[in-house]
């Protein structure tokens, strides 16, 4: 099972991330508009099918958001097929649907995302991926990435996109 570490920052605004990123030379991948369509299961894991530009992933995770390190294990698995979304519809109930547009960087390892989420605003997010189970490399790695770009690990959120809809809605 991949496993990876995380980071979630709320952004007022995307500009000096941006600016950092050209500072290092880190340059943008890929655009991808994401539909993720969360859907109840039991408490602890999260399921989601992921509709990217066209294509589609079901992804099943845990992670502990009340550590220090938010560690993440995770399956993906790639659909193909027609009516995808209703026949999900109509073996799991729909929890919540985030809808974003991300900004795809990558650098030592890790996915830098800038996401423009529908009804929640901007966010940055890391995700550092462990090889050979080699937790500390990880965090060595992500910790540089942190540093590049100067963020401030307290301001973090411990909640996924569906928890921070699933909020806005109450």
């Known amino acids: 099972m ?8 709320k952004l007022n605004s995307i500009r000096g991330i941006k600016s950092l990123l ?5 340059e943008l991948k890929e655009i991808l508009n994401q539909k993720d369509i969360y859907y ?10 992921r509709i990217e530009n066209g294509r589609m992933s079901l992804i ?3 992670r502990e958001e009340k550590k220090k390190n938010r560690w993440s294990d995770f399956y993906v698995i790639t659909i193909k097929g027609r009516a ?5 519809e109509e ?3 729909v929890d919540a649907i985030v809808e974003k547009k991300r900004e795809l960087y990558l650098f030592l390892d890790t996915r830098i995302h800038i996401d423009a989420v529908k009804n929640l605003g901007f966010f940055l997010e890391l995700e550092t991926l462990v090889f050979d189970n080699d937790k500390k490399d990880a965090k060595k790695r992500f910790d540089e990435v942190v540093n590049t770009l100067q963020l ?3 301001s973090q959120i ?5 928890d921070l809809i699933i909020q806005n809605k109450k």
């Open 84 to 88: 995808t979304e209703k026949v999900f």
């Open 60 to 62: 099943k995770y845990n």
């Open 152 to 154: 401030d690990v307290k």
């Open 91 to 93: 073996i799991f109930r």
């Open 40 to 49: 109840k299961i039991k408490a602890g894991s999260l399921l989601k099918l």
């Open 158 to 162: 411990r909640k996924s996109y569906r």
């Open 22 to 26: 050209k500072k290092n030379n880190i």
């Open 2 to 9: 991949p496993v990876n570490l995380e980071l979630k920052i």
